[in-house]
């Protein structure tokens, strides 16, 4: 592990206060769409008032500062400690959608309450799991994160989907001008400046997005100025055998996402993740959840959408995302404050977007690098078809809308379909471990860097 100055590891550098706020608030814009994406879809399939909807979007954001929290800084053997924030998964949108239809929210928050209790019972054996998780697999998975993030970027510089005027001129020249913006700021500046430089291109993006008339803070003034999130504010949880049923699926695939993020965070930041840290990882994804249920959010995963971020910044302290969890815990308590945050147009994340995702992709890239090719001629297979598989979700949505409905779930991620090829065929060709992987190579050979 990499270590600064002073003998701490960068993944747990204390950096000043005003630094901490700047990065951390980068982060949240960063995520902060993506974030508020799965409770106005619940809202609108349970037909939730007005007041209601706002409600669970404070209530979703407040515990994704508990979970970001409870992630970073951790708690006992709970929480992975890297910079990690969490969201609410987007592989539990369906069959939320479906509970909220036929049985209600207390339907949902009861499924989620069981399902947290479960991964969070089931992550020392998850864990165990490690093994099958060398570089081949690894750099394959974290490839197909950011494939599989890059058409949210573009979404977002058209206008965003179901926008009517989607694809205009003016959404692309602003993600265009944000794009170079960070582009610019890298190339001309270092330090500080460079670690903010996303940060600083969305604020670019805001002010060139005003004569665009994107640029609407209407809504702040309706706002209240205090919101404060109550247990079970729809009533008492039911709990219901095959809701339950299907949210431990969602789980499942969550834990292997998760896994797939984990990974990809400890590669940027220097921090080796083993069975320890994994499982610790997974219990906090496990109580975050069970977290949710009670305070009317949802199950929480780590957020691939900042894992660009980490490796487009440099910015490797977990204590930056852990200042990301307490601005979400105010944004939670404060609506006024997240409406002028949700005041940031689609086009303006794009430019973003896509600079992070693409880095994203790029580490993945880089993680193979340590891959063997020449002598072992099988491995190219491996990352060929997880790849295939794995994008087969981006590229064609509809392409397995005849499978059985309790597979969807796992049909629509790409990143779960690729993660479980890439240890299914790693397994069938290389057995348990990565056979090829170039340092290992070389330890066998005696040679050093």
Known sequence: MANTNNGVAPVDEMLPPGKLFLYGLQHVLAMYAGAVAVPLIIAGAAKLTPAQTAFLINADL????????????????????????????????????????????????????????????????????????????????????????????????????????????????????????????????????????????????????????????????????????????????????????????????????????FLAIGEMVGKKIGQEELTAGLRADGLATALGGVFNAFPYTAFAQNVGLVGLTGVKSRFVVAASGIILVVLGLFPKMATIIASLPNAVLGGAGIAMFGIVAASGIKTLAKVDFEKNHTNIFIVAISIGIGVIPVMVPNFFQNFPSWSQTIMHSGITLGSITAIILNAFFNGSKGAGDLDELKANAGIRE
């Open 62 to 261: 407040f515990t994704c500062g508990i979970a970001t929290l409870l992630q970073t800084l951790g708690i006992w053997k709970i929480g992975i400690k890297i910079p990690v924030i969490q969201g609410v998964t987007f592989a539990a949108v369906t069959p939320m959608v479906i509970m909220a239809q036929t049985g209600g929210m207390t339907m949902i928050f009861g499924s989620v309450i069981v399902a947290g209790l479960f991964t969070f019972l089931a992550a020392p054996f998850f864990s165990r799991l490690i093994r099958f998780f060398p570089p081949i697999v690894t750099g394959t998975i974290i490839t197909i994160i950011g494939i599989s993030l890059l058409p949210v970027g573009i979404n977002w510089a058209g206008g965003g989907i179901g926008n009517k005027n989607f694809g205009s001129l003016s959404f692309i020249f602003i993600a265009f001008v944000v794009l170079i913006s960070i582009l610019l700021i890298n190339k001309l500046f270092t330090g500080f400046v460079s670690h903010i430089a996303v940060l600083l291109g969305l604020i670019i993006g805001l002010i060139v997005a005003v004569p665009f008339g994107l640029v609407s803070f209407a809504d702040v003034a309706d706002a209240p100025w205090i919101g404060i999130t109550t247990p079970f504010y729809f009533g008492f949880p039911i709990f219901d055998a095959g809701a339950i049923i299907s949210m431990i699926l969602v789980m499942l695939v969550v834990m292997v996402e998760s896994t797939g993020d």
